[in-house]
């Protein structure tokens, strides 16, 4: 069954992005932690030098789900969209470098698709082309993505929202406990992060602060 508008936008509250070259413990560990503090969706992105390939790419996705669906937290696959499809997660979230939308959406039904896009000509294409939702950043500088579009801090939301776009967003790059309640303050619905949740010395408790900042704004 699709999800709903506001289920998404629930969804991407504190939305936790992860491969296992962005921990420095196990990535299982991790992700287990982060859901005890309460992250509301989870992207596994394996990507990068340091990236797992083929098969162990693929058993590790199968043991992020399997700890994802005990606890009811939905999984979506960065990308890879033949992955997401084989291990039946729960969506997909692509670039704008990516296969075109259309395409992905006709594969994948109505799971989740999440679009990435970084201005206003790309927000309007990425709603005609059926995205749940929008990932826009990098909205703080980040080390975590080298070729990221210039820093947009809250500029970009707050003018789609001004202009009555409602579709469910949430902000990417840099985002801390510390800043994310501007972001949401700033017309988002949410923030992901990796970093802030994969490298901290407490995944759980990062988790909760994450989550409790950006409820802070919503009450
Ligand atoms: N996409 P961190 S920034 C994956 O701007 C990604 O589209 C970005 O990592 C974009 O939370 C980014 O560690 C990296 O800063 C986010």
């Known amino acids: 069954?699709?999800?709903?508008?506001?289920?998404?936008r629930s969804l991407l509250k504190t939305y936790f992005i992860m491969g296992s070259q962005n921990c420095d413990?196990?990535?299982r560990e991790v992700l287990?932690?982060?859901?005890?503090?309460?992250?509301?969706?989870?992207q596994f992105r394996e990507k990068g030098d340091q990236a797992l390939v083929g098969e162990e790419k693929i058993r590790l996705a199968k043991e992020l789900l399997e700890i994802c669906k005990h606890y009811q937290v939905p999984f979506i696959v960065n990308d890879d969209i033949d992955l997401a499809l084989k291990i039946n997660a729960d969506g997909v979230h692509i670039g704008q470098d990516d296969e075109p939308a259309e395409q992905v959406r006709k594969k994948i039904g109505d799971k989740i698709l999440?679009?990435?896009a970084h201005n206003q000509e790309e927000v309007e294409a990425a709603i005609n082309q059926g995205a749940d939702y929008i990932g826009t950043g990098p909205v703080f500088p980040t080390e975590t993505k080298?070729?990221?579009e210039a820093v947009q801090g809250t500029i970009l939301v707050q003018e789609l929202r001004k202009q009555g776009i409602s579709i469910p967003i949430v902000g990417i790059g840099g985002i801390t406990p510390e800043n994310a309640a501007s972001v949401v303050k700033g017309?988002?619905?949410g923030v992901s992060v990796i970093t802030a949740i994969s490298k901290a010395k407490s995944p759980k408790e990062q988790?909760?602060?994450l989550k409790a900042a950006v409820d802070s704004v919503m009450q």
């Open 1 to 8: 069954m699709k999800v709903s508008t506001e289920e998404m």
């Open 25 to 27: 413990e196990d990535p």
């Open 32 to 42: 287990k932690d982060a859901i005890h503090g309460g992250i509301t969706l989870f």
């Open 114 to 116: 999440g679009i990435s």
């Open 146 to 148: 080298k070729d990221t």
């Open 187 to 189: 017309g988002a619905d």
């Open 207 to 209: 988790a909760r602060l």
